[in-house]
């Protein structure tokens, strides 16, 4: 009977959490209609009154509460003419506008200027002209300027030297003249004037930036200086040798890369050349003006769940920096900065063998699950050759950097709380998860390395439902096999139970400290645990750094029983998931009544309780 409150205490927290919110910015929403009604597109947009322009709008999103329209992403949609003032800068907490590769003519839209919130502009690939605006004093938090492939004309004015937050300016192929200003941001990093008629020489703050900035200019440049950059390093090969365990090699954060980055978007081109069947994102890396085959409801986009509040499109994703964070079963995972600070990890699958349609019902199950403990999926990308799917960054790291990493050089120690979290978190979460798709869902994939610590310190579940959607893995050959339960025979035959496995594995390994795919002393945990247990030996069992915590000792060998009753071989003799966040939930609730909250080092210890009841030789492992 309590089991079944718990569970319908998920279930109704996990609804609550879904719900979308109600409000509508709708003055935003007159503008937008406003705009699309008095400018020309070929294509159709989604845009209906009726609807909620938050989420389902195209190309639209809001701020986390709804109230207002931060980002109009309209690349390709075909629009044409002139932009109809007094529409989009009604939108007055705009961040985001990206509107390039349109058909869209006449002088730079002036009233754009009175957006004071605007991170990103991108009108690239149009066909405006005329001259650049010369007071852009309202623009204070301008980052990103891209106006490139246009006709714009006159000189560049010297009001750029105020927009200090700008970090890439781009007005190649234009027809802008004069001299060059001294728009030597020390914000600025990445810079574009080539292909244009300037004149004069090139101040000498700007020799900073490669030739190829100013090429197609009639520009005398200062005196050579040595470039203070250095050039990119090479991305060190990730290590694939026994030795290195996939929690070491999580445990390594590459110093900032661009490569891995670079690396996607040859990718993206190279599957442009070849497919040439899947939109929006094609937008990048077109080269011609006019745009043809643009599909912003069609094949291949960025989707963006409800209540994304995150401002970006693909273009800004390939652009940011990125990290190698990890290297997993089913892909790599990158850390990226987006230009407005806000970072995101981005998962970037191999061998995902469903097609779309199933691809895109995974990942809106995925992506509808909004609990603390399940890491919260904000977006996707689905094409022939390229599948990413953008998560939240935790940056505490996973379960298993955090237990991993550094073993014996200078790590801060895991401490006991911290595991107990964890471990009552991850449950939480997989919980959650085994209550979706009328109670069918399984994670299929639960690992330390997919644990990752929320802001309140618990455990938060990633990466769940891809065993169903990724090519089988044979059991053995996986970084995973330690975890896999004794039934699962390739990775897709995962069960709700075999996550309770799994689950059962991460218990261990948080007590244990011993890592279950650690490639050089390869423990298998669950075999071990067993031998220490039966010996009796069950102080031998606990991570070392746990001994210094005094008094967790009788918490250490609950937990170390549910962790057991988890990997019992049979799978049906395993506890339900709830029943092991009622009892992971109950460690500490029995603890702090027995010594009411308090830890004092003074209080004996409590007596071990024995073990001998936790398995019958027969589910013994
Ligand atoms: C939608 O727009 C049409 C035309 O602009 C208007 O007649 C109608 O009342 C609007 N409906 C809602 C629900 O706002
Ligand atoms: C929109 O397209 C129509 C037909 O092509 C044209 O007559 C009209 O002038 C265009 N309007 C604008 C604002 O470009
Ligand atoms: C600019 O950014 C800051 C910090 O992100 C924010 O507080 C502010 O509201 C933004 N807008 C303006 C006009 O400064
Ligand atoms: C800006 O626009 C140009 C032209 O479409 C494109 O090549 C470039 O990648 C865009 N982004 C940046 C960061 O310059
Ligand atoms: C810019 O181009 C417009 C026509 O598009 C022309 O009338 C104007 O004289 C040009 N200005 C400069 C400075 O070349
Ligand atoms: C920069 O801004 C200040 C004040 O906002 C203004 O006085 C100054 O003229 C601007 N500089 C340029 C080059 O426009
Ligand atoms: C400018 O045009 C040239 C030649 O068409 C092209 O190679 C280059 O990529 C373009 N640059 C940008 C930033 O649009
Ligand atoms: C570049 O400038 C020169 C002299 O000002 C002018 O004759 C020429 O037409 C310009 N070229 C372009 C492409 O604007
Ligand atoms: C480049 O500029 C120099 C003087 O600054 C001028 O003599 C020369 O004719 C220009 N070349 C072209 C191709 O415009």
Redesign the pocket.
Known sequence: MGLRFILSAILVYCATMWSPASTEPVDDKRALLDFLDSVNHSRKLNWDNTTSACSSWTGITCSRDSSSVIAVRLPGVGLKGVIPSNTLSRLSHLQILSLRSNGLTGSFPADLLQL??L?GLHLQSNGFEGPLPSDLS?W??LTVLNLSENDFNGSIPSSFVNLT?LTLLNLANNSLSGDVPDINLPSLQFLDLSNNNLTGVLPRSLSRFPSSSFSGNNLSTPVQTPSPFPSPLPLPPMRHSSKFSETAVLGIIIGSCVLAFVSIALLLIVTNRKGDEDGEILTTVKKEKPVKKMTPDGNSKLVFFEGSNLAFDLEDLLRASAEVLGKGTFGTTYKAALE??TIIAVKRLKEVVVGRKEFEQQMEIAGSIKHENVATLRAYYYSKDEKLMVYDYYNQGSASSLLHARRGGNRVPLDWETRLRIATGAARGIACIHTQNSGKLVHGNVKASNIFLNPKHFGSVSDLGLATVMSPVAAPATRSAGYRAPEVTDTRKASQASDVYSFGVVLLELLTGKSPVAGEEAVHLVRWVHSVVREEWTGEVFDVELLRYPNIEEEMVAMLQIGMACVARVAAQRPKIEDVVRLLEDIRGRSSTQSAGTRSPASTPAPTPPLTQIGSPSNRD
């Open positions: 004071p919130d991170i309202l204070k938090n937050h407005d600070a």
